[in-house]
């Protein structure tokens, strides 16, 4: 997998039904940086990622990357990365909204504290990236 869109097909590919959480990270400058980490931020380098919008949809839900990042100039037009997981259904049904929303707090947190190994990262270009951590 490469791109966002082979993600997608994969997870509506899957034996059980899948629900996707999606949390939109934007790039902050710590309150603690240097002044030399502040500099590089305002050149657009470095940073920190911060969660800023989550969601949770169905992949029929999402026609492409292209129109989730259509959608996701509304709501948050600086985004960064995306961070995504997958829920599996049981029984032939995907689980549902409310089923998503401790899973999707619980990411959100993981985020904040950096612990995003588990998650596929997503660039603007829905480009699949590794993140190193610095």
């Known amino acids: 997998m490469q791109h966002f869109d082979d993600f997608l097909a994969a997870a509506g590919g899957q034996p059980e039904p899948q629900r996707l959480l999606l949390v939109f990270a934007r ?6 940086a240097t002044a030399a980490e502040r500099a590089a931020f305002e050149r657009g380098e470095g940073g920190a990622l911060a969660p800023a919008v989550c969601v949770d949809k169905l992949p029929g839900e999402i026609a492409s990357f292209a129109a989730l990042l ?3 100039k509304a709501a948050i037009p600086d ?3 995306l ?3 997958a829920m599996d259904g049981r029984g032939g049904h995907p689980p549902n909204s409310d089923e998503a929303v401790q899973p999707l707090q619980m990411m959100v947190e993981q985020v904040k504290g950096g612990r995003i190994a588990r998650f596929l990262a997503v660039d603007r270009d829905g480009r699949l990236v590794e993140l190193a951590r610095g």
């Open 83 to 85: 961070f995504v997981a």
């Open 27 to 32: 790039a902050e400058c710590p309150p603690d």
């Open 79 to 81: 985004w960064r990365i």
């Open 70 to 72: 259509e959608e996701s």
